[in-house]
Antibody, heavy 121, light 108 residues
Framework: QITLKESGPALVKPTQTLTLTCIVSGFSLSTNGVRVGWIRQPPGKALEWLALISWDDDKRYSPSLKTKLTITQDTSKNQVVLTVTNVDPVDTATYYC?????????????WGPGILVTVSS | SYVLTQPPSVSVAPGKTARIICGGNNIGSKSVHWYQQRPGQAPVLVIYHDRDRPSGIPERFSGSNSGNPATLTISRVEVGDEADYYCQVWDRTSDLYVFGSGTKVTVL
């Protein structure tokens, strides 16, 4: 079955770079049409889509955060990595990675449990 | 950028019907997905492509999108349905993904 799991630091200091890793299983990142996205949720607030990477290495970013985000994948390690540069306390959130299957306009059908990241000095 | 609007909260008695709306410009031309998020848990897909249910989701959950707004309907509401619900679309014009502001469903 499809599973995803996020890992990374629980606490980072302002101005540092945050690196989050999503380990996936039950599917291949190189399967035609497959995509993995990152979504975050500040405490008590709504979900916010951040970035998405496709099987062919195509990448999409939220326009409001484009300059801070980089998404990459290592298909041999079944992992997707998101980096967030120059973090600020407003970047405090639970970060989720999610699987988007092939197919036109498909949803995020499987999600990782999420990782809470706090930005504080 | 594309915006999805949801009411902050909906209250419903057990056994009754809850309707959660999701508004957006020309939303009827888009495919709407709905997610349930219980406290402290990751979101779970409950409706995709406006009205389809993933396996394991009860038939009590249904969706429609024949115009503005799109609607998630929960029939015969149970205490376990108490959660936040989010709508989501893919804006094909910009190739970006948008989530609604979320609706908290409280079972009285």
């Amino acid at each position: 079955q499809i599973t995803l799991k996020e890992s990374g630091p629980a606490l980072v200091k302002p101005t540092q770079t945050l690196t989050l890793t999503c380990i996936v299983s039950g599917f291949s990142l190189s399967t035609n049409g497959v995509r993995v996205g990152w979504i975050r949720q500040p405490p008590g607030k709504a979900l916010e889509w951040l970035a998405l990477i496709s099987w062919d290495d195509d990448k999409r970013y939220s326009p409001s955060l484009k300059t801070k985000l980089t998404i990459t994948q290592d298909t041999s390690k079944n992992q997707v990595v998101l980096t967030v540069t120059n973090v600020d306390p407003v970047d405090t959130a639970t970060y989720y990675c999610a699987h988007r299957p092939s197919g036109y306009d498909s949803p995020f059908d499987y999600w990782g449990p999420g990782i809470l990241v706090t930005v504080s000095s | 950028s594309y915006v999805l609007t949801q009411p902050p909260s909906v209250s419903v008695a057990p056994g009754k019907t809850a309707r959660i709306i999701c508004g957006g410009n020309n939303i009827g031309s888009k495919s709407v997905h709905w997610y349930q998020q219980r406290p402290g848990q990751a979101p779970v897909l409950v409706i995709y492509h406006d009205r389809d249910r993933p396996s394991g989701i009860p038939e009590r959950f249904s969706g429609s999108n024949s115009g503005n707004p799109a609607t998630l309907t929960i029939s015969r509401v149970e205490v376990g349905d108490e959660a936040d619900y989010y709508c989501q679309v893919w804006d094909r014009t910009s190739d970006l993904y948008v989530f609604g502001s979320g609706t908290k469903v409280t079972v009285l």
